[in-house]
Every structure is written in C-alpha cells, then in structure tokens.
C-alpha cells in the first residue's frame, strides 16, 4: 500500500512542477516563440498547470474516498480538524505572508512582466476582502494572491466530500454514475 502512496505522491510532484513552471511562464510577457514552443507545441506538458491543478483534485478525492470503501467508523469533527490544519492553516500563513510583502514591498507595476503577474497587490486591500479571504467567501480572483482560488476551493469541497461518499457507497453503481454527472452538470451551470 506505501508504493501506492508514492507513486501518488510523484504524480503530485510531476503535477506540482507543471503548475510551478506553468506559472513562471504567466509572470513573463509572452512572445511569439514562446507561445508556440509552451501553448502549441511540445512543451505544452511543463507549462499544463491548470490540468496539473485539476489532477490534484482528482488524486485529493480518490485519497480521501478511499476509508470510506474500508468500512472504518469515520469522524466528522476529526475529519474537519485535520482538513482546516492541512488546507485552511497553511493558506491562511499565505494570505498574511502576501499581505505583508504587498506592504513592505509593492511599489506599483513592473515593466517587463505580464499582466497576470502586476494584478497582483494592485487594488486597495479593504475589510471586506479580508472577510472573505477570513471566510472563503467570493470568487477569489485575488489580487492578494492569485494562485490561492485552488486551496479555497479544495475546503470548501473536502468540507462536503464525506457527505457525498456516505451516499456514494450506500447507492448503486449507476445512481452514483448519475449523482455524479448532476453534480458536474451543476457545477458547469453554478460557474
């Protein structure tokens, strides 16, 4: 079972360095060749950090499914402890360390580099973008911290991911084939 584990684990780590490198390529303003070579062409794989992203949170759901087919006595509460420890704790040392440095450094656009990366620590950080970030609320398109949207949406689905394995393993194969197709279905209208 620990192989298992750490082939996951290197797929994590392949998945890691293509979000890694994808998101070195959106701080440099693009030119031709290199839209090519990383959009079109062959190096499309070391710059896939969207798909990269969404593998995590296939891999994030296939681990935490897997007590629920060992027929263990699961703990909501012991399940929240252990998800805001490992997701909403480190993403929140995040969003402090980015709000510090904007203070201590931001000194306004830097030329030479993309839009995506100047957006960041732009606009004025207020109370109610310090209660969502608090909260998890809004549609985090962050200027704080672009790169945090994933951690916000992997709590928000882990907090309802034992709800849905508690259906999923009491149902027949093809009812959880059709509550996972509604609920990809009302995912794509929700966006």
Known sequence: MNQRF?????????AALAVFF????????ETLIS????????????VAGSEAVTFFFVLSGFVLSLP???????????FVIRRV?????????????????REAFYTGKINGLSDWFNVNWSNPFDRSAIRDHL????????????????LVHEMRISLGFPFVMFLLVRMKCIYGIGLGIALSGGSVLYA
């Not at 027929?71 to 012991?78: D, F, G, I, K």
């Not at 420890?85 to 440095?101: E, G, K, M, T, W």
């Not at 909260?135 to 994933?150: A, H």
């Open 6 to 14: 750490d082939e996951l684990d290197s797929l994590q780590g392949l």
């Open 22 to 29: 994808g998101h070195m390529y959106l701080v440099f303003n």
């Open 35 to 46: 839209k090519l070579l990383f959009e079109y062409g062959p190096l499309r794989i070391a």
């Open 68 to 78: 629920y087919y060992s027929n263990r006595q699961l703990n909501y509460r012991s």
């Open 85 to 101: 420890c490992r997701i909403y704790i480190p993403y929140l040392i995040a969003i402090l360390v980015a709000l510090s440095l």
């Open 135 to 150: 909260l998890l609320i809004g549609t985090f398109n962050s200027n704080l911290n672009n790169v945090v949207w994933s």
